[in-house]
């Protein structure tokens, strides 16, 4: 709230204020009423004094991501990769790459695992709206049983960087080294660690998402928009009693079914 405009008069107007305040202004609010000695007035403020203090961690959070990511990346042009669907039955593998700009910071960034739905949603779309650049691939599973997934994930990591129409410097990949970028280094668990990876995993896991939820209409029976393709019980169920589609991976699906025949 600026400093110039009038105070809440009555105990309830500032408990409402301080309740709806950003951070910034929460800040100023918790300063300015530290001494009031109103009771409702005490609890408000030590309510925003913790909301502050949270909101002030997961930013220091974010900010060292975003740190890290300077450090390993360097000065030229880095690119975050990741990639969603490596253990799922069925649909394909999905590899995000996403090269984010120094500001404005997406706050919020983490591994795609450690947000709800709609916390990946609002954060895809924050990213959608800042990326210089994000490049998406899918390996579909006919592919991935041809080739086996350390080439799948290959070929669509490379193929994600290349979807981004930059040429990087530098390659952040979450994960162990498969060769997939001459630029490339990889970090282990990098994407609850490094922005542009964060990114990546947020764009991969939601993209992936919705086209599974788009096959329960094409397959129904199978669960695809619960289990998005991986080996729930339900889904493993479904397979053991109605076979497989020509979306599942039938290399991984030999235990569940004793001939593996099309839906």
Known sequence: MPEDSPRPATAREIVATLSGASLDEARRLVERYAEDPRKQVRHAVAVARRRVAREEAERARVEAMYALQEELGGPGVVVGVDEVGRGA?????TVAAVCLPAEPRVWGLNDSKQLTPRERERIAAQVADVAIAIGIAHVEPAVIDSVGMGS???????????????????????GNPIGAHPAALCIVK??????CIAAASIVA??????????YEEEYPGYHLAECKGYGSAAHVTAIRERGLTPIHRRSFCGNFVEQLRLF
């Open 89 to 93: 039955l069925a649909g394909p593998l």
């Open 152 to 174: 799948a994930l290959r070929q669509a990591m490379a193929s994600a960087v290349e979807e981004t129409g930059l040429e990087p410097d530098r390659v952040l990949i979450d």
């Open 190 to 195: 990098g994407d609850a660690r490094i922005a």
């Open 205 to 214: 896991k939601v993209t992936r998402d919705a086209l599974m939820v788009s």
